[in-house]
């Protein structure tokens, strides 16, 4: 078998010779395959893959990096168990092992991989399995560090059916490889001339693939800047604004909102004369939501931000598989683990105001743990003990409550004492699905 890093898939592109951009590939399910399982990729590893690219490839998605380092630099005390942090940096995909038969992959994180305790007086049936060597095992206490990898066979297409031919256009748009897609394509971008239009060859491999992914974020354009002009994503990052966002309303204020069960009480600092949310106080509820995201399928937050406009064209990618005839898709179900991906079991807890569902692993004579509560006791609860309280900058960095933090912020936002206002708020799942939306597509959140 080949290795991952060398393995290519060879498309054909139809390229405008004049301004060097990609009309629009053919390819078949490999590539497309490859391109919709975007989709189900937490954002706790698309964050990972951007950190990987190192300080040359920045990844422009908000603000949702602060809350990734975040978890990194939280003391390993402040989570119910070690896995929990594990969960939050390197999450499982709920896609399971679905993707395995993928072409080209990428994370680091195999689908069918998971631990088992080597203690034999632990063994047990159905057997107890972890997504992480990190969680202790609840008969012995040792760490669950023995690997067992699923047998899965391979599959001739993994969303789309194995003779399915389609088109991709230089903004993400897949469609099905038709005269009238192609030539539609081509009015739009202003194509007469059939001399203007030359075919060429793109290899692509896991370094094109993941460079993809984090250009759709902040390109209009991303075949042509990834796979034909090999622009820097760095390059591409500079574009994007960084102008704060100023506070002209809040989430409903205590007094005037009835009870809900879900919702969550946020203590906002904010500057009277900047009209800026300088910091927020809040327990480990709402910072348990934030951290939340991290976990969070790519489709499931374009599924709530669907009316939003982002600075790429990654929910043009949603938008397609929306609207993509079933009859190109290997089943029902292909689609709606796209349009609706789920949580792993375990990576859900209780009345999470976003409402995400959780998918169903079958495993023979096997049962996976929750890494939050490996016992089985608390079970279905959030990342963090409690009680306790943290400190949330606009940008989503969140630190431990500390007595000299809040007063450097405001230093370093030259507000001074006088110029605060302290104002109490209700969170509940409307004014969640607008913080998705701003964490995703800003650089300050409480707007």
Excluded: W
């Excluded at 060097?20 to 497309?32: A, D, N, P, T």
């Excluded at 994180?109 to 057997?127: E, G, I, L, M, W």
């Excluded at 902040?218 to 960084?242: E, F, G, M, Y």
């Excluded at 927020?280 to 939340?292: C, I, M, P, R, T």
Aim: aromatic share 6%.
């Amino acid at each position: 078998m080949a290795d991952e890093s060398t393995r290519k898939i060879s498309l054909k592109a139809l390229v405008n010779r004049g301004n060097k951009r990609v009309i629009f590939m053919e390819s078949g399910h490999e590539f497309v395959d490859v391109l919709l399982s975007y989709l189900t990729i937490p954002i706790g590893t698309i964050i990972k893959l951007g950190r990987n690219k190192g300080n040359s490839a920045p990844l422009g998605i908000g603000c949702m990096n602060n809350l990734y380092a975040s978890v990194v630099n939280m003391d390993v005390q402040h989570f119910r168990t070690e896995a929990c942090r594990d969960m939050l940096l390197c999450p499982r995909n709920g896609a399971g092992s679905t993707l395995k038969s993928l072409k080209l992959k990428i994370g680091d994180c195999d689908p069918t991989q998971y631990f088992k305790c080597s203690n034999v007086s632990c063994r047990t049936s159905p057997a107890r399995l972890s997504y992480y060597r990190s969680v202790r095992c609840c008969r012995c206490g040792n760490q669950m560090d023995s690997k067992r990898n699923l047998l899965v066979g391979c599959l001739d297409g993994v969303f789309v059916k194995g003779l399915a031919r389609l088109i991709i256009s230089d903004d993400l748009q897949v469609m099905p490889a038709v005269t009238s897609a192609s030539s539609s394509l081509l009015m739009k971008l202003g194509v007469m001339d059939s001399n203007t239009i030359e075919e060429v060859t793109l290899d692509i491999g896991v370094d094109e693939v993941v460079n993809l992914l984090m250009c759709s974020f902040i390109s209009k354009t991303p075949l042509t800047d990834v796979l034909l002009q090999h622009r820097p994503l760095a390059n591409l990052n500079k574009n994007i604004s960084n102008q704060p966002i100023c506070v002209d309303f809040y989430s409903a204020r205590v007094e005037d909102t009835v009870n809900d069960e879900a919702n969550i009480t946020l203590k906002l600092i904010l500057s009277k004369s900047k009209k800026v949310v300088c910091y927020a106080e809040a327990g480990e509820d709402f910072v348990n939501l934030l951290f939340s995201f991290l976990v969070l399928p790519l489709g499931f937050l374009l599924k709530q931000m669907r009316l939003g406009t982002l600075k790429g064209c990654i929910d043009h990618l949603y938008k397609s598989v929306q609207d993509l005839d079933q009859q190109l898709l290997k089943s029902r179900y292909s689609k709606e683990v796209l349009v609706n991906p789920k949580l792993p079991p375990g990576f859900c807890y209780q009345n999470h105001p976003l409402g995400i569902g959780t998918a169903t692993f079958h495993i023979a004579a096997a049962e996976v743990v929750d890494p939050k509560s490996p016992s089985g006791e608390d079970r279905d609860q959030g990342f963090l003990k409690g009680p306790a309280i943290f400190v949330v900058t606009d940008n989503l960095i969140v630190s431990p409550v500390s007595p000299v933090l809040g007063p450097s912020i405001l230093d370093k936002m030259n507000v001074p004492i006088t110029d605060i206002e302290l104002q109490t708020v209700l969170v509940g799942k409307e004014e969640v699905s607008s913080t998705t939306f701003h964490i995703i597509s800003a650089n300050e959140s409480f707007a």
